[in-house]
Structure formats: structure tokens, C-alpha cells
């Protein structure tokens, strides 16, 4: 991404490894903390709020690619420990220390690019700083992009004809906890089934053998079908009550992630 004809830059630092991400969005961010005063009755002042701190908060979007896809995902299944962001927005250079996972969202629409949101959250030794000479500035560098293919959702061996849209979301509390809304046309050929799913497979990319399963999807609300001659699009959400599996498989690459 160029801001004012100059690149801006974004990285995730863990463990000494430094994983470039594709610039899309980014709202991290240092925000006051603390407790507010409510206004007195009957006058005109309005609620104080006694700053106590600061806590770093904010998201990061980005594009899935061949060269980040793992290091995400591996966040993920570490999501309690601790990780480096640094940020060059041009008018400024940062590095928000020590934050860690939040919740994270995938989703993508067909023939469309996968994007992943990860939200990030203040722990006790957290605290941002500014670039000092040792820091390294690793520019993106161009690779494979991943787009999502709507027809290429099997649930239960059974493919679907087509499922347009997919958001996959996850919060990590005391538990991890994940969801999944499928976007589809209503009726019984686009989307047969209305129980629980045993085992969802959604394909990243054929050619590099990257795919998720998903499993025991629990539906959190019902379908109705409708008397209508035109196509109507719907969604429905499933609550992931197994674990969920990222997969590579290929010639070079043989690895899971179990979240």
C-alpha cells in the first residue's frame, strides 16, 4: 500500500522471525484506559473519564499468502503467548511490544482474495516504541495470493453447489471458542442439509494443497424455505463445537495446526 507515493509497512515479530505482511488495514493503536464519572442530575456536564493508562488495541487485515499463511495460523495455536508488531505509516514508525491474540476472523467472498483480521490485546508488559537503527525495515515482497473458491465447501463428503461467502471467527478467553457463517442461495440444492455438520472442508488453495477442516458444526438458528420463483441469498451461522484443522500438503510441505 503507498501513502503519499512511499510504502508503508507492516510486521509481525516472534521468536526472532520477521513474517512481512501485505498493507491492507490497520488500527492498532495506543487508547486510554480507566473508569468514568457520571454527569450530576440536572446539570449540564458531561461524563469524565479518569485516565488511569494506556492500553495497546486495534486489529491488523491483511491478504493470505503462501509466505504468511502459517505464521498466522501458528499465532493462532499460540495464542497466549506474546508477539512484536511493527508498523511504518510514513509519518511514523512503531513497534507495539509483547501484545498477543484476541479474537481473529477469516473470510472471503468467490473469486474473491482471502483476508484475515486479528485482533490484538494489551497484556501487563506491553508498551510501544519507536524504530532505533537496529530495527529491519522488510519491505513485502509479492507472492502467491490466495482466492477462495465458492464451490469448493464439502460438508459430509458432500459438495456444495455453492457457497458464496464464509466468515470463520474465533475469541480466545479462558476458552477458545469459533464460528463459522456460511453465505448460500435457499433452497435444498445449494444447501441440502439443516443438522449438525460433522466435518466441514474448505479449500484455501488447490494448488498448494492448503485447505481447513472444521468439525462438529452445531446450527444457531433455523432455515425456512420461501415460495418464491427468484433466487434469495441467506446465511447461517454454525457454532464449532470440535476442533479446527489447517492443513498443507504438498510435494514440499507436510503440516497441521489443530486450534
Same mark, same amino acid.
Given at each position: 500500500?503507498?501513502?503519499? #507515493?512511499? $510504502?508503508? @509497512?507492516?510486521?509481525?515479530?516472534?521468536?526472532? !522471525?520477521?513474517?512481512?505482511?501485505? =498493507?491492507?488495514?490497520?488500527? &492498532?493503536?495506543?487508547?486510554?484506559?480507566?473508569?468514568?464519572?457520571?454527569?450530576?442530575?440536572?446539570?449540564?456536564?458531561?461524563?469524565?473519564?479518569?485516565?488511569?493508562?494506556?492500553?495497546?488495541?486495534?486489529?491488523?487485515?491483511?491478504?493470505?499468502?503462501?509466505?504468511?499463511?502459517?505464521?498466522?495460523?501458528?499465532?493462532?495455536?499460540?495464542?497466549?503467548?506474546?508477539?512484536?508488531?511493527?508498523?511504518?505509516?510514513?509519518?511514523?514508525?512503531?513497534?507495539?511490544?509483547?501484545?498477543?491474540?484476541?479474537?481473529?476472523?477469516?473470510?472471503?467472498?468467490?473469486?474473491?482474495?482471502?483476508?484475515?483480521?486479528?485482533?490484538?490485546?494489551?497484556?501487563?508488559?506491553?508498551?510501544?516504541? #519507536?524504530? $532505533?537503527? @537496529?530495527?529491519?525495515?522488510?519491505?513485502?515482497? !509479492?507472492?502467491?495470493?490466495?482466492? =477462495?473458491?465458492?464451490?469448493? &465447501?464439502?460438508?459430509?463428503?458432500?459438495?456444495?453447489?455453492?457457497?458464496?461467502?464464509?466468515?470463520?471467527?474465533?475469541?480466545?478467553?479462558?476458552?477458545?471458542?469459533?464460528?463459522?457463517?456460511?453465505?448460500?442461495?435457499?433452497?435444498?440444492?445449494?444447501?441440502?442439509?439443516?443438522?449438525?455438520?460433522?466435518?466441514?472442508?474448505?479449500?484455501?488453495?488447490?494448488?498448494?494443497?492448503?485447505?481447513?477442516?472444521?468439525?462438529?458444526?452445531?446450527?444457531?438458528?433455523?432455515?425456512?424455505?420461501?415460495?418464491?420463483?427468484?433466487?434469495?441469498?441467506?446465511?447461517?451461522?454454525?457454532?464449532?463445537?470440535?476442533?479446527?484443522?489447517?492443513?498443507?500438503?504438498?510435494?514440499?510441505?507436510?503440516?497441521?495446526?489443530?486450534?
Amino acid at each position: 500500500m503507498k501513502v503519499q #507515493g512511499r $510504502d508503508c @509497512t507492516l510486521t509481525i515479530a516472534k521468536d526472532g !522471525e520477521y513474517y512481512p505482511l501485505p =498493507y491492507s488495514e490497520e488500527t &492498532v493503536r495506543t487508547a486510554s484506559k480507566g473508569y468514568a464519572l457520571p454527569g450530576v442530575i440536572g446539570l449540564r456536564n458531561r461524563e469524565k473519564l479518569v485516565e488511569t493508562g494506556k492500553a495497546i488495541t486495534g486489529c491488523v487485515v491483511t491478504r493470505l499468502e503462501y509466505n504468511n499463511i502459517l505464521a498466522l495460523f501458528l499465532l493462532l495455536f499460540y495464542s497466549n503467548e506474546k508477539f512484536d508488531i511493527l508498523v511504518d505509516r510514513v509519518c511514523e514508525k512503531l513497534i507495539y511490544k509483547n501484545v498477543s491474540v484476541k479474537d481473529f476472523e477469516l473470510r472471503a467472498e468467490n473469486n474473491e482474495p482471502l483476508y484475515f483480521r486479528l485482533d490484538v490485546k494489551d497484556n501487563d508488559d506491553s508498551f510501544t516504541t #519507536g524504530w $532505533d537503527i @537496529t530495527t529491519p525495515s522488510l519491505p513485502w515482497n !509479492e507472492c502467491r495470493t490466495f482466492y =477462495y473458491d465458492g464451490h469448493s &465447501v464439502i460438508a459430509d463428503l458432500k459438495k456444495f453447489p455453492l457457497v458464496y461467502r464464509f466468515e470463520l471467527t474465533g475469541k480466545f478467553t479462558e476458552k477458545a471458542k469459533y464460528q463459522i457463517t456460511l453465505y448460500f442461495p435457499l433452497n435444498t440444492e445449494h444447501y441440502p442439509t439443516q443438522n449438525k455438520i460433522e466435518k466441514l472442508t474448505i479449500t484455501l488453495d488447490q494448488q498448494f494443497g492448503i485447505w481447513l477442516d472444521l468439525y462438529d458444526l452445531k446450527p444457531l438458528d433455523d432455515m425456512a424455505d420461501i415460495n418464491c420463483a427468484d433466487t434469495v441469498l441467506c446465511y447461517q451461522k454454525f457454532e464449532v463445537t470440535g476442533i479446527v484443522v489447517f492443513n498443507i500438503r504438498n510435494s514440499e510441505q507436510n503440516t497441521q495446526v489443530v486450534l
